[in-house]
């Protein structure tokens, strides 16, 4: 729903941070002994950069890949009480295969 709502300009890629365990086999973690996830699922890009001579450079990711995230970076963005990431592409470290 929310890459429906917002579309990224230019090389900028939205992201929605995967889950992090809560509960490793019978034990319940807190919130404070959680750490952030490093994976994400793409779930819009825009058209991709420019040249100086305006020609758009096409985007290496697409919807539905998982990535792997920077620890610290990208801009939080709030839609529907939900907390996605907006990124550059270029601050994505890799695309995960799922395979």
Request: proline share 6%; hydrophobic share 40%; net charge negative.
């Given at each position: 729903?929310?890459?429906?709502r917002l579309?990224?300009?230019?090389?900028?890629?939205?992201v929605q941070r995967l889950e992090t365990?809560t509960?490793?086999?019978?034990?319940y973690?807190?919130?404070?002994?959680q750490?952030?996830?490093?994976q994400g699922?793409?779930l819009?890009t825009g058209p991709?950069?420019r040249?100086t001579?305006?020609?758009?450079?096409?985007?290496?990711v697409k919807?539905?890949?998982?990535v792997?995230?920077?620890?610290?970076g990208?801009?939080?963005?709030?839609?529907?009480?939900?907390?996605y990431l907006?990124?550059r592409e270029?601050e994505?470290?890799?695309?995960?295969d799922?395979?």
């Open positions: 729903m929310a890459a429906r579309k990224p300009l230019l090389d900028r890629v939205l365990a509960k490793i086999g019978s034990v973690l807190p919130d404070t002994a750490s952030k996830t490093h699922t793409v819009a991709g950069a040249t001579a305006g020609e758009t450079i096409p985007m290496s919807e539905g890949d998982t792997l995230l920077p620890e610290y990208g801009d939080k963005v709030k839609i529907d009480d939900k907390e907006l990124l270029t994505i470290l890799g695309v995960l799922t395979k």
